[in-house]
């Protein structure tokens, strides 16, 4: 499957963003969607993930400021974020998860080329 995300940008601290993540390929809707993230000179973390039944589960960093949902009639994953901080800052990325820990990105088969959100103080 091919991922493409999309709706990065720049906004101030304590603003909003919605990114989202088109894949395109079959049986989406079975598909356990992750967001990942990579800010400069650290490594790629994981952020949240849904499955297909729509449980999810975040990141501590992100738990109650972040929303992960899926729309599987339009094969989009998307994620909601608000109250965003400066530390938010960084690219990201969407996945399919293959199996194992949430947490890992060798655990996720195909990415997206990933979208630049910036946060500034």
């Known amino acids: 499957v091919q991922l493409q995300a999309s709706g990065g940008g720049s906004v101030q601290a304590g603003g909003s963003l919605n990114l989202s993540c088109a894949a395109f390929g079959r049986s989406f809707s079975t598909y356990v969607m992750g967001w990942f993230r990579q800010a400069p000179g650290k490594e790629r973390e994981f952020v949240a993930v849904?499955?297909?039944?729509?449980?999810?589960t975040y990141a501590d960093s992100v738990k109650g400021r972040f929303t992960i949902s899926r729309d599987n009639a339009k094969n989009l994953v998307y994620l909601q974020m608000r109250s965003l901080k400066p530390e938010d800052t960084a690219v990201y990325y969407c996945?399919?998860?293959?199996?194992?820990?949430?947490?890992?990105?060798?655990?996720?088969?195909?990415w997206g080329h990933g979208t630049q959100v910036t946060v500034s103080s």
């Open positions: 849904i499955r297909s039944s729509g449980e999810n």
């Open positions: 996945a399919t998860y293959r199996s194992g820990s949430w947490y890992y990105t060798g655990n996720y088969d195909s």
